[in-house]
């Protein structure tokens, strides 16, 4: 798996009450079914949880992850860029420090599920060692589609 440098002036850090509205305006711009405001609010005291920021230091909160730590388990929840910085290595950068945060967390398979039209998303994942462990038929709303489960040792 690689590890990805950060580009100049982006950093990843952990979210704080303060981030949670413009999180919640990336997860409505990502995904057809967004979790609220009050949901990422309600996680972020969470014991096992691992709630992520993408911060550029002119623009703010650009993306973010969600990775659930369940002994040596973990699962990637949410993971989403700002739509206008989509396609310049943001996402890159997020997801290999949310695989080095679950090293340090002990997690030693992390899951995922994604679209599986989402051919961006699955060519960042498969780059990243994961690999096609199961389907949900329908899993997806809006539109109607499966979901691959996909799973990475750490």
Same mark, same amino acid.
């Given at each position: 798996?690689?590890?990805?440098?950060?580009? /100049?002036?982006?950093?990843?850090? $952990?979210?704080?009450a303060?981030?949670? $509205?413009?999180?919640?305006?990336i997860?409505?711009?990502?995904?057809? &079914?967004?979790? &609220?405001?009050?949901?990422?609010? &309600?996680?972020?005291? %969470?014991?096992?949880?691992?709630?992520?920021?993408?911060?550029?230091?002119?623009?703010?909160?650009?993306?973010y992850?969600?990775?659930?730590? +369940? !002994? *040596?388990?973990?699962? !990637?929840?949410?993971?989403? +860029?700002?739509?206008?910085? %989509?396609?310049?290595?943001?996402? @890159?950068?997020?997801?290999?420090?949310?695989?080095?945060?679950?090293?340090? #967390?002990? +997690?030693? @398979?992390?899951?995922?599920?994604?679209?599986? &039209?989402?051919?961006k998303?699955?060519?960042?994942y498969?780059?990243?060692?994961? /690999?096609?462990?199961?389907?949900?038929?329908?899993?997806?709303?809006?539109?109607r589609? *499966?979901?691959? +489960?996909m799973?990475? #040792? !750490?």
């Amino acid at each position: 798996m690689e590890h990805v440098e950060a580009p /100049a002036g982006v950093r990843v850090r $952990r979210m704080a009450a303060a981030d949670v $509205r413009v999180v919640a305006g990336i997860e409505a711009d990502a995904f057809s &079914s967004p979790w &609220s405001a009050e949901t990422f609010a &309600s996680l972020l005291e %969470r014991p096992g949880l691992e709630l992520l920021v993408l911060e550029d230091e002119r623009e703010g909160v650009i993306g973010y992850a969600v990775l659930w730590c +369940i !002994l *040596d388990q973990g699962e !990637l929840a949410n993971v989403a +860029i700002t739509p206008r910085l %989509r396609g310049r290595g943001l996402g @890159t950068h997020l997801l290999s420090r949310v695989l080095d945060v679950a090293r340090e #967390r002990r +997690i030693e @398979t992390l899951f995922l599920e994604v679209r599986a &039209s989402n051919e961006k998303a699955l060519h960042l994942y498969r780059r990243f060692g994961f /690999a096609d462990v199961g389907r949900r038929k329908g899993y997806y709303e809006r539109p109607r589609e *499966d979901a691959l +489960i996909m799973a990475a #040792r !750490l």
